[in-house]
């Protein structure tokens, strides 16, 4: 017996599923699985999958949840560290033991009646020194489906595993949906993940935020690369060159949309590589370059249309071998196709909601769940970069840095260096989203988008970005960026979505050394005359608001900072305190 054998048989051991089923990535297995989640799986009395109309949308399933399994649990995740201190106020935290001992409880005889799915798989290009080799045991057929899409499934990785423990383990079961009986375990040394009572996206797909973010984050640490919440995408010039940057925002900020942005400019084109996760590594060339550890998206469904992401349209129509799924979504039931609140056309006239009850649009609610998704392959997209499968990856140049902000935060704004880079990255913050079971539309920080994400100590975390920053000979710049900033009377000033490539112009003249800018508090912003508003319905006027500096605001938003840089007591490194300490010269002047 093998390691990983007797790992799946001492889990089943615990689980008592009826049936253990190994799949292989392949087709015909896929095929076998959702014909379980039609037929025989159950969840709340429904199919776990419903066949939409594969004219239209090809290959394509929906898939209602649990109705209180919505959203990420942030309150309910845990990094198990040896010790509180290494887990950091950021997280969560239980002592390993005891963490063991809670979920081996809420686990025993879980899978009665079930199947047990073992899903070998790998998070990132196999020929990868930084691809991890995964095992996922999971009991729902909508899970399985999913990790077959987001990530690279195949047989070839128990051949890979062999006699070897070198694997990163995954256990996962919806148990009964009792939120009370909710929990995302995730124990670092052993890069372990325990997920019990949610089959909810980042409860439970492990190979995206538990184990690309959280477990690789620790693991970059120790090993000297970084596991980053971020886009990856390649700009292509009017004179054909591609320059590769990342862009870390929090969840449901319009990141699947600016990884397929459609450029509102002639001759400029996006290349996308990822949508929501970066790792990062410093190159032999002293070069920051990127993989996408995934090979799928999660993406949010409501507000995505022809208008706002043309490309993720396509995607969702490009049917492959890849199944694609709908999870939460409105069904039209004269198409019977998905629908959500922000797609193109008129509101279909007969319509079940994301629960499946018939929708009266008087209600006032929402049809689909706001934090409705689809689960999509990366190779159906119609702007997949060429190099998205190249081991190595991109080198980057610049990093941005976002969130959404309705006052203060200027469109764009480039940072003075590395170590001024990386305080723009752990003072940002964002209004809450629909993304996470939190009271939305409220300011939190959420430094480089890794808040709900970094396995560790977020003051550690700091200095290791530092730290990254002193080895790289060529680093890329740092930007900050806000698509979100509202006039006096509320509305969104920036038009966004592809006219965002105007912002990614102005950072290609910065890096090309052809646009100069002007000092402020928030960084160097752009000089009016050289930021491309042409053919905008925009006045000068409307423009300069954009980049405003509000010193009031500003003396808040340092206040607000210091803080929440205190809630790190001593690990906090004295470089960003002293970047703070700049800030506020700056604001004096
Ligand atoms: C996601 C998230 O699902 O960030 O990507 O919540
Ligand atoms: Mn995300």
């Not at 935060?409 to 170590?419: H, R």
């Not at 930007?479 to 969104?492: A, C, H, L, P, Q």
Request: proline share 6%; aromatic share 10%; with cysteine.
């Amino acid at each position: 017996m093998t390691p990983l054998q007797r790992w799946v048989d001492e889990q089943a051991k615990l689980m008592k599923p009826d049936r253990i089923r190994w799949c292989d990535g392949s087709d015909e297995d896929a095929r076998g699985i959702i014909e379980a989640g039609l037929k025989d799986e159950k969840i709340a009395g429904n199919p776990v999958f419903y066949e939409l109309n594969h004219d239209i949308f090809p290959n394509s399933y929906l898939h209602r949840s649990h109705p209180t399994d919505v959203a990420r649990t942030e309150h309910l995740t845990f990094v198990c560290h040896p010790n509180k201190e290494l887990a950091g106020p950021n997280n969560n935290w239980m002592a390993p033991d005891e963490a063991k001992a809670k979920m081996r409880k809420l686990s025993d005889g879980c899978m009665k009646g079930r199947t047990m799915y073992v899903l070998p798989y790998m998070m990132g290009h196999p020929q990868s020194p930084y691809a991890k080799a995964c095992i996922q045991l999971t009991d729902i057929s909508y899970v399985a489906v999913s990790m077959r899409i987001m990530t690279r499934m195949s047989k070839s990785v128990i051949d890979k595993i062999g006699d070897s423990d070198d694997f990163v383990k995954g256990l996962h079961s919806v148990g009964d949906f009792d939120p009370d009986k909710r929990f995302v375990m995730h124990f670092p040394d052993e890069r372990l993940i325990w997920s019990v009572g949610s089959g909810y996206g980042g409860n439970a797909l492990l190979g995206k935020k538990c184990i690309s973010l959280r477990i690789a984050s620790c693991v970059g640490r120790r090993e000297g690369w970084l596991a980053e919440h971020m886009v990856i995408v390649g700009i292509q010039d009017p004179q054909g060159k591609t320059t590769y940057i990342t862009a870390a925002l929090p969840s449901a900020c319009g990141k699947t949309n600016l990884a397929m942005l459609q450029s509102a400019l002639p001759g400029y084109k996006i290349w996308t590589l990822g949508d929501d996760i970066a790792w990062l590594n410093v190159g032999s060339d002293g070069r920051l370059w990127a993989i996408n550890p995934e090979a799928g998206f999660f993406g949010v469904a409501p507000g995505t249309s022809m208008n706002t992401n043309p490309n993720m349209m396509e995607t969702l129509k490009a049917g492959t071998f890849y199944p694609t799924l709908f999870t939460n979504t409105a069904l039209d039931t004269d198409a019977n196709e998905p629908w959500w609140e922000g797609l193109d056309g008129a509101m279909p006239k007969n319509m079940l909601d994301w629960q499946g009850k018939p929708f009266d649009p008087a209600s006032g609610r929402k049809a689909a769940h706001p934090n409705s998704r689809f689960t999509v392959a990366v190779s159906q997209c119609p702007t997949l970069s060429p190099e998205f499968d190249n081991p190595r990856g991109v080198p980057i140049s610049a990093i941005l840095f976002g969130g959404k902000r309705t006052h203060t935060i200027p469109l764009v704004a480039e940072s003075f260096d590395w170590q001024n880079g990386v305080f723009m990255g752990a003072r940002m913050g964002s209004e809450t989203t629909a993304a996470a079971m939190l009271k939305q539309g409220v300011l939190r920080r959420d430094p480089m988008a890794m808040l709900p994400f970094c396995g560790y100590n977020m003051g550690d975390y700091f200095r290791h970005w530092l730290d990254v920053g002193k080895k790289l000979k060529n680093p890329p710049k740092i930007y900050s960026i806000n698509w979100f900033r509202t006039n006096e009377n509320g509305k969104f000033i920036w038009p966004g979505f592809g006219n965002n490539i105007r912002v990614f112009k102005w950072i290609l003249d910065r890096i090309n050394g052809k646009a100069d800018a002007k000092e402020t508090v928030a960084g160097l912003v752009p000089h009016l005359k050289d930021f491309d508003i042409s053919g905008l319905d925009m006045s000068k006027e409307e423009a300069a608001k954009l980049f405003e500096i509000n010193k009031a605001e500003w003396e808040r938003e340092a206040d607000d900072t210091d803080k929440f840089f205190d809630t790190f007591g001593s690990s906090m490194p004295q470089e960003l305190k002293d970047e703070l300490k700049g800030m506020r010269e700056r604001l004096k002047k």
